[in-house]
């Protein structure tokens, strides 16, 4: 693991501590759906934000709850009843919801994950919450750096930020984990003082799961994380924005124009603002990895005009600046039943309002979008080429359909650091801003 993930003791902070900060921090009146399996972690959780609104008669918030049954496990069902309740005995309002349908043989805590965000925030908005949170602890964070780390290639540095403090799920609600600070030992220690039990999940000890193998490969390592500095992350975001307005225009959705003078700045603005654009660009939700940018950045540097490509994306260098556009191989089309929408290459949400078949493809040579003035031709020919065209299912049927830009690094988790960037790019795309954050101690410009 890098010596930036883990850099010694960190101060844990204890739940009455962490319940307290989250309802000071959060901007009212407000409505808090907390996620609760039953587990400890999750019990604390409630527990500590129902005690500290107590101690609050006139706070403006608001706390309901819900249960996910996620349908792996037999139990799951009974165990979803017992949690009911519990809140019924807090007096908070509950819900359970299940994971219905086909489930995937590979990749099934992450395909379980998606559907438990989607799901709470299908609840949230039936309920006019606000805020959703999760009890995640710093035990999760210190393991899922871990298995980051693990998972580098040799010659990368850094194992990632880990988990954010808060994000924003489908531009739709944020996310927030109050708990992020706490141990787990704290958390239950808080439980057993007040008579309190809690559930425990059998597939917490399963070895098929990666991270029940590093939680045993962490048992025995004194050492503890410190929890990334989400200020400093926020300022970068700042300063990256602003790096935006300044120095880039984005054309039709496809071609990014950066002038020269923007590269005299701060190479961490730089790069950070660069690896988004890239991701945005190329339809991905992450940047080209470490090595890959590095390699990018010494080749803008030294200034040569010529081309590279990186993460699916062309990077164009020329006298007058760098132009990015998407490479045109490997974009796959996309076929829309009446009345769906999709998400077509990673960069436009394109949604089907009629009532036939639609196909969604790369425009090729057959691309006539007219682009500013001024532009080089080439790069306005790449571009082109890799804007959507969306065809008829059906012979003679009329094609009924908006498109809209789909910003991959943004628009499905969007942590609460990158906000200022991420609102900034949205303008630059014609998109509307992102969803505000509930919170209010974060440094924003």
Known sequence: MSADAVIGAASAQMPEA????????????????????????????????????KSLPNSDVTLSAATIDHG???????EAREVAAFCASLRIAHVIRQWEGEKPKNGIMAAAREARYGLLADIAAEISANVIVTAHTIDDQRETLAMRAARL???????????????????RIWIVRPFLACRRVDIRAYLTGRDTSWLDDPSNDDVRYERVRTRRRLSDDPMQISLPDDATRALLSVEAARWLDEHVRI???????????????DGAVISYALSYLAAAIGGE????????????????????????TAGGVVFDLRRDGLYLMRESRDIRPLVLAARADG??????????HGPSVIRIEAAGATGTMEFSEG???????????VLPKVVAGDEGAAVLATIAPYLAPFDRFLTRFNLTFADRLAACFGREPYVPSPLSDLLTE
């Open 343 to 352: 998400i077509w290459d990673g960069r436009f949400r394109i949604v089907n």
């Open 18 to 53: 962490a319940a307290a900060d989250f309802i000071h921090s959060l901007c009212k009146p407000a409505h808090i759906l907390v996620a609760i399996s039953g587990g400890s972690d999750s019990t604390g959780l409630l527990a500590a934000l129902a005690e500290h609104l």
């Open 375 to 385: 532009l080089p031709k080439g790069a306005v020919q790449r571009a082109r080429a």
């Open 72 to 78: 792996l496990r037999a139990e799951a069902a009974e």
């Open 251 to 265: 054309h039709a959705g496809v071609l990014c124009a950066i002038d020269r003078a923007a590269f005299a700045a």
């Open 153 to 171: 290639g040799e010659g990368e540095a850094g194992a990632g930020t880990g988990i954010a403090e808060a994000m924003l799920f489908d531009r």
């Open 285 to 308: 939700p992450y940047g080209p990895g470490r090595e890959r940018m590095r390699r990018i950045l010494n080749f803008i540097g030294e200034g040569r005009p010529g081309r590279r």
